[in-house]
């Protein structure tokens, strides 16, 4: 079945250092995919999201970049801050579904350490 | 513009009893998605549903669990009969299109003693 894998599951760096998480899908046909950070207790918020149509986007702080051929995208933040710590899930919309619904990455626990 | 409200936050019940989770869209959005979070685990896929109507539902496990996106009032998941592994998170999403962006709510935490 359908499968996004996530890595690393754990990622520690020093305050204003980058990060980079990255996913691989397995369905050829996804043609959209979120990123989603979730602090403790509280819901997943959309940070970033990337279609199909395009290699990279940015706002702000944070970049996607996806390689079609290759199956995976990653999540690059830059200039971390201690706020920026949080689970962070990568997603991928099923590409022969109509429904929009996601497949999820197991999750990253990111640590900025100050 | 006030964003996906679930209701409640917190639910205790004891094994056999009945869970019902309550979920109301953002304005205008007329797909709900449910997921389930297990501790240390990613969301996973259980059902989406537009207004009256269940469109996929291959999330979700055969039996004691149901759904439903009635014409007026919130989203309702419901699980029957409750065992200890239903204990998790439960988040909906609503998406104001088919394929849209989903706006996830803050979730249900459910523990079955």
């Known amino acids: 079945g359908e499968n996004v894998e996530q890595h690393p599951s754990t990622l520690s760096v020093q305050e204003g250092d980058s990060a980079v998480i990255k996913c691989t899908y397995s369905?050829?046909?996804?043609?959209?995919f979120p990123w989603y950070k979730q602090e403790l207790g509280k819901r997943p918020q959309l940070i970033i999201d990337i279609r199909s149509n395009v290699g990279e986007k940015k706002d702000q702080r944070i970049a996607v970049t996806l390689n079609k051929t290759a199956k995976h995208f990653s999540l690059h933040i830059t200039e971390t801050q201690p706020e920026d710590s949080a689970v962070y899930f990568c997603?991928?919309?099923?590409?022969?579904?109509?429904?929009?619904?996601?497949?999820f990455g197991q999750g990253t626990t990111l640590q900025v350490k100050p | 513009n006030a964003g996906v409200m679930q209701n409640p936050r917190h639910l205790v019940r004891r094994r056999g009893q009945e869970a019902r989770l309550r979920c109301s869209p953002m304005k205008g959005h007329s797909h709900v998605y449910w997921y389930r979070q297990l501790p240390e685990e990613g969301l996973k896929f259980m059902v989406y549903?537009?207004?009256?109507?269940?469109?996929?539902e291959s999330g979700m496990p055969k039996e004691r669990f149901s759904a439903e996106f009635p014409k007026e009032g919130p989203s309702i998941l419901r699980i029957q009969q409750v065992v200890r592994g239903d204990s998790a998170a439960y988040f909906c999403?609503?998406?104001?299109?088919?394929?849209?962006?989903?706006?996830f709510g803050p979730g249900t935490r459910l523990l079955v003693l």
């Open positions: 997603a991928a919309s099923i590409g022969s579904s109509n429904t929009g619904k996601l497949i």
């Open positions: 369905d050829s046909a996804s043609n959209y």
């Open positions: 549903l537009q207004k009256e109507n269940i469109i996929d």
């Open positions: 999403a609503s998406s104001p299109l088919e394929k849209g962006t989903q706006y």
